[in-house]
């Protein structure tokens, strides 16, 4: 009887111990990407990541995306979850209605087709049939506005299943917790 009351007391001992150093990690995991991020963009500006702009990113998938520190936590998130096609495929969308040139616009849009339209694309994006069908002919002779169908597909998609767990994630609760103990401090 003895050994069974000291083997339940090291059990919650050790229970208690893995919760401590759950915490800790998640506190400094906050810490780390928050020094990850402040490095990532140090150069462009002296702006530095608050627990405002941080909590306002639970607000929309819109709003996180239009922060920089917001945008590379999210995607940080999906590789963590091996699911950064979408975020990947919407950057480049957008990066794609900045083209000017129409041969510029050709070769990118054909890039985009391989890498994430086409079936079996190394980075294929979950799209519907007509849809895939329809950027397949589109791509021929393409427009700023051939992605367009799929880009809404997939802000849909993160939308609804993405970003959900990304204010679920460790990575976006210990980033909060990390940034009101600092705010606490002082």
Request: aromatic share 12%; glycine share 2%.
């Amino acid at each position: 009887m003895p050994s069974l009351i000291i083997t339940e007391t090291l059990t919650q001992t050790q229970h208690f111990n893995m919760e401590q150093d759950d915490r800790r990690r998640n506190k400094n995991l906050g810490k780390n990407f928050i020094c990850r991020l402040q490095c990532m963009f140090s150069h462009s500006t002296s702006e530095r990541l608050s627990l405002e702009d941080t909590q306002q990113w639970s607000q929309s998938l819109e709003r996180l995306l239009e922060s920089k520190y917001g945008l590379a936590t999210f995607r940080t998130f999906l590789k963590s979850e091996f699911s950064d096609e979408n975020i990947e495929f919407w950057l480049t969308c957008e990066e794609y209605k900045k083209i000017k040139s129409s041969f510029r616009m050709s070769s990118k849009a054909k890039k985009i087709y391989e890498q994430f339209i086409k079936a079996e694309a190394p980075k294929e994006i979950n799209i519907d049939y007509y849809t895939r069908e329809q950027i397949k002919r589109a791509v021929k002779t393409p427009t700023l506005q051939c992605f367009d169908d799929a880009q809404k597909i997939v802000y849909g998609l993160m939308e609804r299943d993405s970003y959900p767990r990304f204010l679920r994630s460790d990575i976006y609760r210990s980033l909060l917790e990390s940034l009101a103990a600092d705010a606490i401090k002082g």
